[in-house]
């Protein structure tokens, strides 16, 4: 079975661009200040079709993104191109960053550091973004801490899904099911793509992938490890309000 972050995935990116067109009220503006703090260019890992990475540019920032799906860098290309923008994009791992330019500030958006399925890629991840940023460069991320796992069992291990029309008037259903290991906040996963034209089943896609939540200790540890000072934990998009117990997090930090 293909792996939904390296094997086809044009049904995906499709259907992620169809349900996550925009920022979420807050995040924008929670990015721009980063920018201020920490300047340009703006690179975001984990960029997908462009959710965050157009709006950045067409503030008139300096953005460039990298991801590992072909397909949803595709995607990005073509809406970035019909809007007359020209981001780097980059199609690499975020624990194998390579890039021919400096960063003011490196951002990740959607908890996607929970792709990251070890510590050692967090390590990766964290060096190479370091490394990456100028002096006095920022890096800001939103993640999810492991759930409380009565909140998570009772849906795993259960199909859901819904369907949405796609832009061509055809159909895309989707379904996914999910397990979840409370040892090790691992959480794999299936999802089934299906395109309807005229009622008539035209293409699938079927994806596996595991999502970790990662804990802020362990964040913190390999931050500091890597070298990153003046780290701040807050409830999403805010900049001082205490992070509380809620799943949802944003942490940012520098580099001396
Ligand atoms: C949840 S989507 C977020 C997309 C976009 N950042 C947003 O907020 O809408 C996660 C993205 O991470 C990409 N991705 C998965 N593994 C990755 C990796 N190791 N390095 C870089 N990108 C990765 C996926 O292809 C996908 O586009």
């Known amino acids: 079975m293909p792996d939904w972050i390296s094997g086809r995935s044009r049904l995906f990116a499709e259907h992620y661009d169809l349900k996550h067109p925009e920022p979420h009220p807050g995040e924008m503006e929670f990015l721009l200040r980063r920018v201020e703090d920490g300047g340009e260019p703006v690179l975001e890992l984990g960029c997908g ?4 990475l157009i709006p950045l540019l067409e503030a008139g920032i300096d953005a460039s993104g990298v991801d590992v799906s072909p397909d949803m860098l595709d995607r990005c290309r073509a809406r970035c191109v019909e809007k007359d923008l020209h981001p ?11 890039l021919p330019r400096k960063f003011g500030t ?3 958006h959607s908890a996607s550091l929970g792709v990251l399925n070890s510590e050692d890629d967090l390590a990766a991840t964290f060096n190479g973004v370091y490394e990456l940023l100028k002096s006095k460069g920022v890096v ?5 801490t ?16 819904g369907w949405d029309a796609a832009d061509d008037g055809s159909v895309i259903v989707y379904r996914q099911i999910f397990e979840y290991d409370p040892g090790t906040h691992m959480r794999p996963s299936v999802i089934a793509f299906e395109r309807y034209v005229d009622d008539r089943l035209a293409e699938t896609e079927l994806y596996e992938g595991t ?10 540890l390999h931050m500091q490890a890597a070298g990153f000072i003046d780290m701040i934990t807050t ?13 949802w997090l944003v942490v940012r930090a520098r580099k001396p």
């Open 211 to 220: 999502m970790r939540f990662w804990e802020i200790e362990t964040i913190t």
């Open 106 to 108: 490196v951002s990740i």
């Open 49 to 52: 079709t462009g959710r965050m």
């Open 88 to 98: 780097g994009l980059y199609l690499q791992g975020m624990q194998t960053l390579d």
């Open 235 to 247: 409830n999403v998009f805010a900049d001082d309000e205490p992070p509380g117990d809620n799943q």
């Open 146 to 161: 492991p759930p409380e796992p009565r909140s998570i069992m009772d849906r795993a291990g259960v199909w859901s899904g």
């Open 140 to 144: 800001a991320f939103e993640f999810q």
